[in-house]
T-cell receptor, first 114, second 113 residues
Framework: EAGVAQSPRYKIIEKRQSVAFWCNPISGHATLYWYQQILGQGPKLLIQFQNNGVVDDSQLPKDRFSAERLKGVDSTLKIQPAKLEDSAVYLC????????????FGPGTRLTVT | AQSVAQPEDQVNVAEGNPLTVKCTYSVSGNPYLFWYVQYPNRGLQFLLK??????LVKGSYGFEAEFNKSQTSFHLKKPSALVSDSALYFC???????????FGSGTKLNVKP
């Protein structure tokens, strides 16, 4: 079974530039999550999709972050413009719907903003 | 408000000894509890979960966790640690089917030969 795919694995940009991350979840997983993991901290949920609809984006900084999952499969997360404090690992995860189901995580994208 | 706490930033244990990584949670209803492990430059991997039923849950790689409702804890345990268990461990809690996951800050486990 193929896992959650993410690209790129690493990205270095200057502040005020824009960047986009891509995620392809496990086939059949209707729920997709984007997390931000700052060094030394646990993952923080940015946005959760159920198929192509947003379930929770309460912690997404909407003035600079956006995400979409147009066809209910793969998803993109964009930051525009980036700030120094956006330096983190961005993790994508997917699961079957329902709170009892565990999430499966991709390898993450390490973003460095200089 | 929901939250989860991992009181130890780091746990050191000798290979072959038992290990415990602590987790306490706070939810207003019945929790779904999870443990994940993260190796360097890798995503999080699921270890085990408690949904309902038996308080002792067994998971991958010989790990187990005990759900204690009165103490609101879900400590991760292993009878005999391996050097290869050295990694970052995260506890997570979710209340119900539609609420978000809350992750703890993580505990770094160091197993020395």
């Amino acid at each position: 079974e193929a896992g959650v795919a993410q690209s790129p694995r690493y990205k270095i940009i200057e502040k005020r530039q824009s960047v986009a991350f891509w995620c392809n979840p496990i086939s059949g997983h209707a729920t997709l999550y984007w997390y931000q993991q700052i060094l030394g901290q646990g993952p923080k949920l940015l946005i959760q999709f159920q198929n192509n609809g947003v379930v929770d984006d309460s912690q997404l900084p909407k003035d600079r972050f956006s995400a979409e999952r147009l066809k209910g499969v793969d998803s993109t997360l964009k930051i525009q413009p980036a700030k120094l404090e956006d330096s983190a690992v961005y993790l994508c995860a997917s699961s079957f719907p329902g709170g009892a189901n565990q999430q499966y995580f991709g390898p993450g994208t390490r973003l460095t903003v200089t | 408000a929901q939250s989860v706490a991992q009181p130890e930033d780091q746990v050191n244990v000798a290979e072959g000894n038992p290990l415990t990584v602590k987790c306490t949670y706070s939810v207003s209803g019945n929790p779904y509890l999870f443990w994940y492990v993260q190796y360097p430059n890798r995503g999080l991997q699921f270890l085990l979960k408690y949904i309902t039923g038996d308080n002792l849950v067994k998971g991958s790689y010989g790990f187990e966790a005990e759900f204690n409702k009165s103490q609101t804890s879900f400590h991760l345990k292993k009878p005999s640690a391996l050097v290869s268990d050295s990694a970052l461990y995260f506890c997570a809690v979710r209340e119900g089917n539609f609420n978000k996951f809350y992750f703890g800050s993580g505990t770094k486990l160091n197993v020395k030969p």
